[in-house]
């Protein structure tokens, strides 16, 4: 099974800053990345696809990069509606098993 | 719009199966697979399994030995069964297109006597 490592745990983030996560794989998983963002009491959101493509609506604050097995998240200029938890997600092979990394919750310095 | 709803009991007792359903609207169920996940309390996301509309399964290695998803194309639905639940299987429970392009709104189940 194919281990993802999100860091930091949390990351404590001034309003109008930029947020940058990080997502590891325990082995390759090219481009079958996923990131998703999660508020309290709601379902995750996905934010980004193929490790850089936003998904239908996803403004272009939300950035994803990498390949391989190391993987980041940058959000820029953080509004209030930012401040969540943020999963990625690996779903490589065919057909997937997929796994969740731990998260990283974004909180309001 | 793609639509999921989940449905089924919010309280299951130990050792008994928890089943729920995944109603379907706005897509046929016949594309894609379809996913259960799941969230404990406080906790991050666990991935169960997947069923495709052939009947196809696949299942996380955590769960392979009590779950079976199953579907209804018929009713445009597919159901997950988990059996010999315990305290650790509280949870909410989503449902989700593929690995997770739309979700349901999720359904807390609570294991409990």
């Known amino acids: 099974e194919i281990v993802m490592t999100q860091s930091p745990a949390t990351l404590s983030v001034s309003p109008g800053e930029r947020a940058t996560l990080s997502c590891r794989a325990s082995?390759?998983?090219?481009?079958?990345l996923a990131w998703y963002q999660q508020k309290p009491g709601q379902a995750p959101r996905l934010l980004i696809f193929?490790?850089?493509t936003r998904a239908t609506g996803i403004p272009a604050k939300f950035s994803g990069s990498g390949s391989g097995t190391e993987f980041t998240l940058t959000i820029s200029s953080l509004q209030s509606e930012d401040f969540a938890v943020y999963y990625c997600q690996q779903y490589d092979k065919w057909p997937p098993e997929i796994t969740f990394g731990g998260g990283t919750k974004v909180e309001i310095k | 719009q793609v639509q999921l709803q989940e449905s089924g009991p919010g309280l299951v007792k130990p050792s008994e199966t928890l089943s729920l359903t995944c109603t379907v609207s706005?897509?046929?169920?016949?594309?894609?697979?379809w996913s259960w996940i799941r969230q404990p309390p406080g906790k991050g996301l666990e991935w169960i399994g997947y069923i495709f509309d052939t009947g196809s399964t696949n299942y996380s290695p955590s769960f392979k030995s009590r779950v079976t998803i199953s579907v209804d194309t018929s009713k445009n639905q597919f159901s997950l069964n988990l059996t010999s639940v315990t305290a650790a299987d509280t949870a909410v429970y989503y449902c989700?297109?593929?690995?997770?392009?739309?979700w349901g709104q999720g359904t807390l189940v609570i294991v409990s006597s």
């Open positions: 082995q390759s998983v090219n481009i079958n």
């Open positions: 989700a297109r593929r690995a997770g392009d739309y």
């Open positions: 193929g490790a850089s």
């Open positions: 706005g897509d046929s169920i016949s594309t894609y697979y």
